[in-house]
């Protein structure tokens, strides 16, 4: 058994706009031998590419699965370990669903569970992400030009801090109360609550530049959105 701390995040990662993991994480936390996860993995591949080089399915038949399948959720890769290369796979939600498959017990459930799970919340901060380079561009610009190398959290975080301040709530806890299945909330705002989010964003992005601390943005931006909300309400 193995003795290792399995990660918060089940190394569960965004790469190049995917979410990922890899062979290695999958073999610590389900308790098996990597070069035994290599080569299930390798099974699979080989079924797949046979699957992939079929022909066109026949009427009434399922479809086939897609081209290169095997490849885009499978990725070949490496670590370094001592000086020295050794194989790995990176896997998407795709590839480690039918790697896991044959993965039983019930702390196998409970891990494939903590998978999902964990694919969900990265998959759903990606796309939090995405909308927010559309509806939110310069300010998105802005945090690129503020942080050395930065990450989708950068994003979202100072996206959701403006969405607290003025709607009491992230995004997705609004996605929630209102039952909304699209990513972007923007549809279902009132144009007050438009207005003063835009307003806040235009704030942000001076104060990114002048000050790097979240906390004290937060506070900055907080007072800024009180002070601007009470002079609307007196002037109304």
Not at 130 to 143: K, N, Q, V
Not at 152 to 167: A, D, G, K, P, Q
Not at 168 to 177: D, H, I, T, V
């Amino acid at each position: 058994m193995t003795t290792e701390i399995i990660p918060a995040d089940y190394g569960v990662k965004e790469r190049k706009g995917k979410i990922i993991t890899t062979s290695r994480h999958v073999a610590k936390i389900f308790e098996k031998r990597h070069d035994h996860v290599l080569r299930d993995i390798e099974n699979i591949i080989s079924s797949l590419k046979s699957e992939e080089s079929n022909s066109l399915p026949k009427i009434g038949e399922p479809n086939q699965i897609a081209p290169d399948f095997s490849g885009t959720n499978f990725i070949k890769s490496h670590y370094k370990s001592r000086g020295k290369e050794y194989p790995e796979y990176l896997l998407t939600r795709d590839g480690f669903t039918l790697l896991a498959m044959g993965f039983t017990g019930e702390k196998a459930l409970r891990f494939k569970m903590a998978y999902i799970q964990r694919f969900n919340e990265m998959e759903e901060q990606l796309e939090s992400l995405r909308t927010a380079r559309l509806e939110f561009p310069e300010l998105t610009d802005a945090i690129k030009a503020t942080k050395e190398n930065p990450k989708h959290y950068h994003f979202t975080n100072e996206v959701n801090m403006i969405n607290r301040i003025v709607l009491g709530m992230s995004a997705k806890q609004f996605r929630e109360k209102h039952g909304i299945t699209g990513n972007s909330i923007r549809p279902y705002l009132n144009a007050e609550q438009i207005k003063a989010i835009e307003r806040l964003q235009k704030f942000d992005i001076g104060l990114l530049h002048t000050e790097p601390d979240y906390h004290k943005r937060k506070q900055i931006l907080t007072e800024y959105h009180e002070k601007t909300s009470s002079i609307k309400l007196v002037t109304a």
